[in-house]
Structures are given as C-alpha cells and as structure tokens.
C-alpha cells in the first residue's frame, strides 16, 4: 500500500473541507484558519480511516467530526506554543500564533477554535446517539481527565521518571489519537466490542506518536520539523530520551508500534489500512 499517497489524498480532502469551512467574513476566521493550515491532519485522517474500516459510508457525516479535531488540536498547539507555556516562535513551518498575532489575539484564536470545533460537532444529521457519544468522548479526552491534565503535567515540576512519563504521554496526547479513532467507530455505528478495541489500539498508537514526536525534538531538523528542536532537553522536559535515553525510547517506540499492530491485525482484513499507518508514524520525519 502507498500510505504517503493515501495520507496525501486524505489531506487534501481535510484542506478542503477546512478552507469552506472557514471561508467567513468574520475577521477571527483567517486569524484561526492562519493557525489551521499546513498540519499533517492525523487525527481526522484517523477518523476518516477508523469510520470507512467499521463500514461507514457517508461523508457528510464523518468530515465535521474529523475536521473538529483538527480545530480542537490546532488549539491546543496555539496554546502550547504561548509564553506561559513552552514559548515557541516556530509552529507548522512559520511564526506561531502570538508571534504573527501578538498574545491576546493568539489565544481568542485557539478559544474560538474550540468553540467552532464543539460547534461543527453538534451540528448535522447523523444518528442522534453516535454523535452525542462522539461529543461526550471528545469533551472527555480534551478536558481535565485528557489533555489539559497532561499538559498541566508537561509544564511541570514533575519527577524525571517511567510513571510521570506515561501520565504526560498518555494524557497530553495518546487519548486524543485513541478518539479520533474511537470516533469514527462510533459515527459508524460499530459493535462496542470494536469500539474498545479501536480505543486501546490508539491508545498504543498514541504513546508511539508522543514517543516519535519526543525522539524527533533530539534527532529532527527545524525545517522539516516545522518548529524547533531541541527544545525539550533546555526545558528540562519530562520525554522518552530523557527518561529511557535516545536508543531506549526507540527501542520502546518499536515494541508500541509491536502492540499496536497486533491489536489492529486482530480486529481483521477491513483495518488493514491501520498497521501501515502505524508504520508512518514509528518512521515519520516530521
Ligand atoms: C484543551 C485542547 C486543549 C488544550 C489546552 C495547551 C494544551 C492544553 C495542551 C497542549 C498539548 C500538546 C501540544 C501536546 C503535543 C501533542 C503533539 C505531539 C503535537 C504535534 O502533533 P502533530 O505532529 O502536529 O500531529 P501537526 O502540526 O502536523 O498537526
């Protein structure tokens, strides 16, 4: 399978489905949409791929709910970007948000970001009970038990060691990527037993992403990377290569990838899509 023309393909439908979207005269939408454009868009390709595999067949149903956790995410990268959290000035290969905007402006982007997500997810047709359980996950994953307790965490103090590194990994990012997955099992109205079973794989899938993502800080290049490296090691951040050292964390990087695998063979021939997409993030460069 070529995962890099299937990913490339899924972008582009994300990119497009974003700029209609965000096509508005109100003059906080191109603010927002500044911050939006140019992500690798995993987590709704996630969706897309989690929904068709458990044999969704609308569009229209599973595009907004995607597309809202590419809102919701861009927020959390605005956020994380501020001074008063890890103070970056390079986001998706430009000035972050308060750097173009300046604070203020930055952070009611990534409010209203947020706002629009939870606002794209309530709208629309689709079975009733599918979005609300889709609504209740995600309100779940990105809240107080998700990702703002991770990130609480991330900004630390916070002991340098395996437990305090699978509480920030697990929460600041393996339960959106179990979702986003999640999700579109839900919106497809899939067998709960699925449901679970996609959750955990993605939870794996998760600790993997935030795995790659930390080894990436020490390996990767600014250009590619599209924000700057390195960064983790001046900030004392708590990562896989500060806990386990560069060949440790790709060695437990390997053995998540493993596991993520197993589980998604199990669940049969329609999520075979899945362990290449894990691939491309065990390998990913950027
Ligand atoms: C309530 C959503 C929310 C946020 C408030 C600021 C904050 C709390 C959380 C920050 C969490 C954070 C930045 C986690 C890092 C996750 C991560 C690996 C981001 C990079 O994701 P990619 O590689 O980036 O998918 P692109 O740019 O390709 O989308």
């Not at 497809?188 to 998760?206: D, F, P």
Request: proline share 4%; aromatic share 8%.
């Amino acid at each position: 399978m070529d995962v890099n023309g299937y990913l490339n393909d899924r972008k582009a439908l994300v990119d497009a489905w974003l700029r209609r979207c965000f096509a508005d005269e109100n003059p906080l939408f191109p603010v927002m949409y500044y911050s939006l454009d140019q992500g690798k868009r995993i987590r709704p390709i996630l969706a897309m791929a989690s929904y068709e595999a458990c044999g969704g067949k609308n569009g229209d149903d599973i595009m907004p709910v995607a597309c809202a956790l590419e809102l919701i995410h861009t927020y959390s990268l605005i956020h994380d970007d501020l001074p008063a959290m890890d103070n970056d000035d390079l986001r998706r290969g430009k000035p972050s948000a308060h750097r173009k905007f300046g604070e203020g402006v930055a952070i009611l982007s990534g409010d209203g970001l947020f706002a629009h997500a939870f606002s794209l997810l309530a709208n629309g047709d689709a079975a009733c009970e599918a979005r609300y359980r889709s609504i209740r996950a995600i309100a779940r994953a990105v809240g107080p038990r998700g990702i703002v307790f991770g990130q609480m965490l991330d900004i630390g103090p916070v002991t340098c060691d395996p437990r305090t590194l699978r509480q920030i990994h697990s929460n600041k990012t393996a339960k959106f990527i179990a979702v986003s997955l999640e999700v579109g099992a839900l919106m497809a109205e899939a067998t709960e037993k699925v449901v679970r079973a996609l959750y955990w794989c993605g939870l794996l899938m998760g600790m993997l992403f935030q795995y790659t993502d930390d080894i990436l800080d020490v390996t990767g290049a600014a250009q590619e990377l599209g924000k700057t490296p390195g960064k983790d090691k001046i900030a004392d951040k708590v990562t896989a290569p500060a806990v386990y050292g560069l060949a440790g964390a790709r060695f437990r990087a390997q053995r998540y990838a493993d596991r993520a695998q197993a589980g998604f063979r199990a669940l049969g021939d329609s999520f075979a899509v899945f362990p290449e997409l894990t691939d491309y993030i065990l390998n990913r460069t950027h």
